[in-house]
């Protein structure tokens, strides 16, 4: 399923489509006749069009909200790479990289949102008193 989705995936941005949520929850999946998988997206509002395919920066930024586990993301990064025609290991180090940053910015985001949180709480109850 994850050579599949990897095709589906690399004709999407070839043509140029970005999906602002581009996450496993938002795509859904089917087994088709001959034995592959077809794949539709959900939750598109955020989806832009653009008159070029992507380059590889655009690409990774696109690919890096794919939650999945690390063996899985890894594969299907090397799939995406062979599809491309990319380097693999430059592929892999950029998914990576992307990746990390990702997940450290939505980190990052939910200590800030946390502290602002606490901060409102201890306001108001200074106002009550």
């Known amino acids: 399923m994850l050579d599949a989705f990897a095709r589906f995936t690399v004709r999407m941005q070839k043509r140029g489509s970005s999906i602002g ?3 496993h929850a938002n795509v859904l999946y089917r087994p088709d006749p ?19 395919p992507h380059s590889m920066r655009r690409c990774m930024v696109n690919l890096q909200r794919l939650a999945c586990p690390a063996p899985a993301f890894l594969y299907l990064f090397v799939r995406y790479a062979e599809q491309r025609g990319w380097n693999v290991s ?5 998914g990576v990289f992307f990746r990390l940053l990702f997940t450290r910015r939505k980190q990052l985001h939910k200590r800030f949102r946390a502290r602002r949180t606490a901060a409102a ?8 008193d």
């Open 21 to 23: 949520d581009f996450n």
């Open 34 to 52: 001959a034995g592959g998988y077809r794949f539709q997206l959900i939750d598109i509002n955020r989806m832009r069009f653009h008159a070029r």
């Open 90 to 94: 430059d592929t892999l180090l950029r």
């Open 121 to 128: 709480a201890k306001k108001r109850a200074r106002n009550l």
